[in-house]
């Protein structure tokens, strides 16, 4: 008899505050207006990232880059981290950031500043 896993990998989120607003709920850059919700939580203060998250490397976890939301984080600040083993990004050094235009996501890594071991392996330049 095979036995079917229910039990794996069970996405778990964590709630956490709203980086792009700090938890107030408004837009913080009053690009709409101070009064206007922010578009990142919806006004709630709080935002669900999928579990374990760690502080988005692009935006310094701030969730904005200048004052747009960040593209890496979609705004929340934080991003959820794989369970395969990573590596920091070659191209961003970590950073997140495209080396031309800082304001822009770097390519390889999407902006999370690191990427699957696995991944990089595969497209390993032979030494
Ligand atoms: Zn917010
Ligand atoms: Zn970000
Ligand atoms: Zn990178």
């Given at each position: ?13 964590e ?22 919700t922010?578009?990142?939580?919806g ?14 490397a ?27 083993p990573?590596?920091?990004?070659p ?7 495209d ?12 902006g ?12 390993r330049?032979?030494?």
């Open positions: 008899m095979v036995r079917t896993d229910l039990s794996r990998d069970p996405v778990v989120f709630e956490l505050t709203c980086a792009f607003c700090s938890g107030r709920g408004r837009d913080p850059f009053d690009i709409m207006s101070s009064l206007s922010c578009c990142v939580c006004g709630s203060g709080k935002v669900l990232v999928k579990a374990p998250a760690v502080a988005c692009h935006c310094r976890g701030t969730g904005a880059v200048k004052t747009l939301t960040c593209t890496t984080c979609d705004g929340r600040g934080f991003v959820p981290q794989p369970l395969s990573t590596v920091s990004c191209l961003c050094k970590g950073s997140g950031d080396a031309s235009a800082p304001a822009m996501a770097c390519l390889k890594c999407r999370t500043g690191w990427m699957m071991e696995q991944f990089r392996k595969e497209n330049v032979h030494e």
